[in-house]
Every structure is written in structure tokens, then in C-alpha cells.
């Protein structure tokens, strides 16, 4: 059986994602390195939010109203 868990290593300790995970006894494991930061407890959360307000938007029966579109241009500071 294969097993996969997302996280990420900071200071040589891996901080897995989500939930915590017991693997008991002793396993052979692949590590593979991305080349992409690891996002952090909170972003994760606000992440995790937006897919729970989009799959209950979906799951709704209600009719969802068309908003005007706007145009959002960057603003430097």
C-alpha cells in the first residue's frame, strides 16, 4: 500500500498538513523536495474555507445571482 502526506520540513522536522498521522512500526519512504514554498497554518486554513463555501454553494438548490463583472487593475504603493 502506498501512502502519501503533504507538509513540509522546517528545520529538519517534517510538519505535515492536516490532520496527524501515527504510522506504526517501521516504513521505507521516498522524500521528494519541491521546488515551491510550503504554505503556512493559516493560509491553509483560509484555502480550506473557500473550498467549503464553494462545495456548499454547489450543493445549494438556490438560484446564485449574476453579479456585475468588473475590471480590478494593480495599484503600486
Do not use: C, W
Not at 528545520?11 to 503556512?40: K, M, S, Y
Not at 486554513?45 to 494593480?74: H, M
Amino acid at each position: 500500500m502506498l501512502q502519501t502526506y503533504e507538509g513540509y520540513f522546517e528545520n529538519g522536522r517534517f510538519h505535515q498538513t492536516g490532520q496527524a498521522v501515527r504510522i506504526a512500526g517501521r516504513r521505507r519512504a521516498f522524500v521528494t523536495i519541491l521546488d515551491e514554498p510550503a504554505l503556512d497554518d493559516e493560509t491553509v486554513r483560509r484555502l480550506a474555507a473557500l473550498d467549503k463555501f464553494f462545495a456548499d454553494i454547489d450543493a445549494s438548490n438556490e438560484e446564485v445571482p449574476d453579479f456585475e463583472r468588473v475590471k480590478l487593475r494593480e495599484v503600486e504603493l
